[in-house]
């Protein structure tokens, strides 16, 4: 599994200002990213070592982190990253939808032709593509059968390790959107399942592309008022 370095932290800061995990207690970062719901308690779990560059994970880290946020109560988890399948990680996930606890996860970019990565694949993930503002889907973005929702995911404004914040790209800045959808559903009605945050979720979709659910955008884009944001409840991701 790989992601860029301060992937994690950026995604984190996205979804909300308060992140409890190795950094620490967040607070708002300057610039452009006052998160998507200031009402989430948002876990941070570090689950990746630096390999150049870049920053990887394995598959042993990642499970251990998924046990960890379920102990901890969480309802929804955001994975902005990719990988080829995997049977631990499988299990893993399949844990996580039997506990009810929704997964979000970005569909990679490696682009229109590149085969599924995972865990977005797995049937009981929210697979989540980027857009731009225009709603044209990222060039390099993963497509499928298995894609569900699209989010922004070009040229986001997201915490980085160095200079505060910068526009960023990819579909591992789209995932938290929804995430952050999901929480704020949950937020206003947290007797809902994952399911039902899922249904939610794809019916409110804008459709985009195709009429119905696509291969490019799933259901569409992901709908979600400043109202909704802003729902009073403190979730858990």
């Not at 300057?30 to 876990?43: C, F, S």
């Not at 870049?54 to 251990?64: P, Q």
């Not at 039902?196 to 008022?225: F, M």
Request: aromatic share 6%; charged share 20%.
């Amino acid at each position: 599994m790989r992601c860029t370095r301060g992937h994690g932290r950026g995604r984190s800061r996205n979804i909300g200002l308060r992140a409890d995990g190795p950094w620490g207690h967040e607070t708002r970062p300057a610039g452009r990213t006052p998160g998507l719901v200031p009402t989430a308690r948002v876990i941070a779990v570090d689950a990746f070592h630096l390999a150049g560059e870049d920053e990887r994970a394995d598959v042993f880290t990642l499970v251990a982190a998924l046990d960890f946020l379920a102990a901890k109560g969480v309802r929804v988890v955001n994975m902005s990253l990719a990988g080829p399948p995997n049977s631990v990680l499988e299990e893993a996930i399949t844990r996580m939808a039997e506990r009810d606890i929704l997964v979000v996860a970005a569909t990679g970019n490696g682009g229109p032709l590149a085969p599924p990565v995972y865990p977005a694949a797995y049937p009981s993930v929210l697979a989540v593509t980027a857009v731009d503002a225009n709603g044209t889907v990222y060039r390099r973005a993963g497509q499928g059968p298995h894609v569900d929702l699209a989010a922004p995911g070009v040229d986001i404004w997201t915490a980085a390790s160095i200079k505060g914040a910068r526009p960023k790209t990819g579909t591992s800045f789209a995932a938290p959107f929804v995430s952050a959808a999901a929480a704020a559903i949950l937020a206003a009605e947290p007797d809902l399942t994952a399911a039902e945050v899922i249904a939610r979720l794809t019916a409110s979709a804008k459709d985009l592309g195709d009429p119905g659910p696509d291969a490019v955008y799933g259901y569409g884009l992901v709908q979600a008022s400043p109202i909704c944001l802003m729902a009073q409840g403190d979730p858990d991701l």
